[in-house]
């Protein structure tokens, strides 16, 4: 198929106020396609504000121009009360990667099931019709941070470079299949996404993986060996002469067999020389960087470009983040830390002796990860960490356990209540961390609102 075949496609597009489908529903309308469906469980009055907050980067007048173009894209939209009204007729539906988990969605995953429609994400409309360079990143930990180094290495090296993924969730995608061959897309792809990457059958022309371990079991009917199985769907499809790169410090990569042609890296590779950023000390930092380093260096990209990059490079927000210096106590936003092992290597990367930890929000079934807990304890205890405070749901799991362990560990009722219970037992010179270790849902929307607010409970503090 080509990308001029969907004019003549019935093509639905699910959740559409939000910044993927708002996308991907304004670049098929460029295309000249009159008969897009929206669909969207919000009603019509919610139905502009809903977009609004899923668009919170642009101001509100780029939001209200963008609106009302996405408005007259559709030749008809379903809200609430006659959401997904004529799904059957359609041959391919855009849905987000997380559809599956809203109950709204469930005819959708029987239609899927039963084969009777093809779904596909921003991934699969990459994958079927880009004609430039795809590159693909995936992993448990780490994917955005190596996505977002290769992006700032290849726009300093003047690259027409763009990025994808789940924190970049809008994308001018006709400007990017305007750059044609010469562009190149750095896409972070996760589970969710990879879900429907059997879809299309293919993949990016450099795959990278950082690492797998348990996280987001859930998606995957509570089996590990499943999620691995889909974490490597990024390479299943590739060609002779693509690359595959992947972390050989990795426990669970190293079991597996790669072929020949494989480039399997490390914190400690010869590149590593090239790092040159205090930001990227920590060893998972390091390792990222080597990666995005390997990546650039196969694109002929000169040692200078890198280093510059590299040099100017900032964590994003909530990944290992300097808040504030506040009376000789340094408050570090590591907020997007929603899975165990991120936290421990949070924990590795300050001094002993120094931290006040903050664990925070929710895990369904947390029991079931008792090893990954004790590995946990056993850091915070190797890090000699001074203090534990634990707020949202998973406290009445998580607060026992860290007791039994003899840790000084208190329970919070809210971030608000942690945060200020942190900053009263540290002193001068100590590390205040807010690295969760577990999803945002029950007081936050998403990992992205704990971090903001965070910050904002951190620059309040008098």
Same mark, same amino acid.
Do not use: C
């Given at each position: 198929?080509?990308?001029?075949?969907?004019?003549?496609?019935?093509?639905?597009?699910?959740?559409?106020?939000?910044?993927?489908?708002?996308?991907?529903?304004?670049?098929?309308?460029?295309?000249?396609?009159?008969?897009?469906?929206?669909?969207?469980?919000?009603?019509?009055?919610?139905?502009?504000?809903?977009?609004?907050?899923?668009?919170?980067?642009?101001?509100?007048?780029?939001?209200?121009?963008?609106?009302?173009?996405?408005?007259?894209?559709?030749?008809?939209?379903?809200?609430?009360?006659?959401?997904?009204?004529?799904?059957?007729?359609?041959?391919?539906?855009?849905?987000?990667?997380?559809?599956?988990?809203?109950?709204?969605?469930?005819?959708?995953?029987?239609?899927?099931?039963?084969?009777?429609?093809?779904?596909?994400?921003?991934?699969?409309?990459?994958?079927?019709?880009?004609?430039?360079?795809?590159?693909?990143?995936?992993?448990?930990?780490?994917?955005?941070?190596?996505?977002?180094?290769?992006?700032?290495?290849?726009?300093?090296?003047?690259?027409?470079?763009?990025?994808?993924?789940?924190?970049?969730?809008?994308?001018?995608?006709?400007?990017?299949?305007?750059?044609?061959?010469?562009?190149?897309?750095?896409?972070?792809?996760?589970?969710?996404?990879?879900?429907?990457?059997?879809?299309?059958?293919?993949?990016?022309?450099?795959?990278?993986?950082?690492?797998?371990?348990?996280?987001?079991?859930?998606?995957?009917?509570?089996?590990?060996?499943?999620?691995?199985?889909?974490?490597?769907?990024?390479?299943?499809?590739?060609?002779?002469?693509?690359?595959?790169?992947?972390?050989?410090?990795?426990?669970?990569?190293?079991?597996?067999?790669?072929?020949?042609?494989?480039?399997?890296?490390?914190?400690?590779?010869?590149?590593?020389?090239?790092?040159?950023?205090?930001?990227?000390?920590?060893?998972?930092?390091?390792?990222?960087?080597?990666?995005?380093?390997?990546?650039?260096?196969?694109?002929?990209?000169?040692?200078?470009?890198?280093?510059?990059?590299?040099?100017?490079?900032?964590?994003?927000?909530?990944?290992?983040?300097?808040?504030?210096?506040?009376?000789?106590?340094?408050?570090?936003?590591?907020?997007?830390?929603?899975?165990?092992?991120?936290?421990?290597?949070?924990?590795?990367?300050?001094?002993?002796?120094?931290?006040?930890?903050?664990?925070?929000?929710?895990?369904?079934?947390?029991?079931?990860?008792?090893?990954?807990?004790?590995?946990?304890?056993?850091?915070?205890?190797?890090?000699?960490?001074?203090?534990?405070?634990?707020?949202?749901?998973?406290?009445?799991?998580?607060?026992? &356990?860290? &007791?039994?362990?003899?840790?000084?560990?208190?329970?919070?009722?809210?971030?608000?209540?942690?945060?200020?219970?942190?900053?009263?037992?540290?002193?001068?010179?100590?590390?205040?961390?807010?690295?969760?270790?577990?999803?945002?849902?029950?007081?936050?929307?998403?990992?992205?609102?704990?971090?903001?607010?965070?910050?904002? &409970?951190?620059?309040?503090?008098?």
């Amino acid at each position: 198929m080509k990308l001029a075949d969907l004019k003549n496609k019935k093509i639905h597009l699910i959740g559409i106020s939000g910044a993927e489908s708002s996308s991907l529903a304004l670049f098929l309308a460029s295309l000249g396609i009159k008969n897009l469906i929206g669909h969207d469980f919000k009603t019509a009055a919610e139905f502009k504000r809903s977009f609004f907050n899923y668009h919170d980067n642009l101001n509100n007048s780029a939001k209200n121009a963008l609106f009302d173009k996405l408005k007259t894209s559709f030749k008809k939209i379903n809200f609430k009360n006659s959401y997904l009204a004529g799904i059957k007729e359609a041959e391919i539906i855009f849905a987000p990667a997380s559809y599956f988990r809203y109950p709204q969605n469930r005819p959708l995953v029987t239609l899927k099931a039963q084969g009777r429609v093809k779904i596909w994400n921003w991934y699969n409309l990459l994958l079927e019709f880009y004609p430039g360079l795809l590159i693909g990143v995936t992993g448990t930990a780490g994917k955005g941070t190596v996505t977002n180094l290769l992006y700032q290495i290849l726009k300093t090296a003047k690259k027409k470079v763009w990025l994808a993924g789940e924190s970049w969730h809008y994308l001018d995608l006709a400007r990017i299949f305007k750059t044609g061959q010469q562009g190149i897309v750095v896409a972070e792809v996760n589970n969710r996404t990879l879900l429907l990457a059997g879809e299309s059958k293919k993949s990016p022309s450099v795959a990278i993986i950082t690492n797998i371990f348990p996280h987001h079991l859930d998606d995957h009917h509570n089996s590990f060996a499943e999620y691995k199985k889909v974490k490597l769907e990024i390479r299943r499809y590739q060609k002779p002469g693509d690359l595959l790169i992947v972390n050989g410090q990795d426990p669970e990569i190293a079991k597996l067999a790669w072929p020949k042609k494989t480039i399997i890296y490390n914190s400690h590779n010869a590149q590593s020389k090239l790092i040159n950023n205090k930001n990227l000390i920590a060893e998972h930092l390091k390792s990222d960087a080597v990666a995005a380093i390997i990546v650039a260096k196969t694109l002929k990209i000169g040692n200078q470009a890198i280093s510059r990059a590299l040099g100017g490079f900032k964590p994003r927000s909530g990944r290992l983040e300097p808040i504030r210096n506040y009376q000789g106590i340094q408050f570090i936003n590591d907020g997007a830390a929603t899975r165990l092992k991120s936290t421990i290597e949070a924990l590795n990367s300050f001094p002993a002796g120094k931290i006040i930890l903050i664990l925070e929000g929710s895990r369904k079934a947390p029991e079931k990860m008792m090893a990954e807990y004790l590995k946990l304890i056993k850091a915070i205890k190797e890090r000699k960490v001074k203090a534990v405070i634990v707020s949202g749901r998973i406290r009445k799991f998580l607060l026992p &356990l860290l &007791l039994k362990a003899g840790l000084n560990a208190v329970p919070a009722a809210n971030l608000a209540g942690a945060t200020k219970q942190a900053s009263a037992k540290a002193k001068k010179n100590d590390i205040v961390l807010l690295s969760p270790a577990h999803e945002s849902f029950g007081e936050f929307a998403d990992y992205r609102a704990r971090s903001e607010k965070f910050k904002e &409970l951190v620059n309040q503090l008098p």
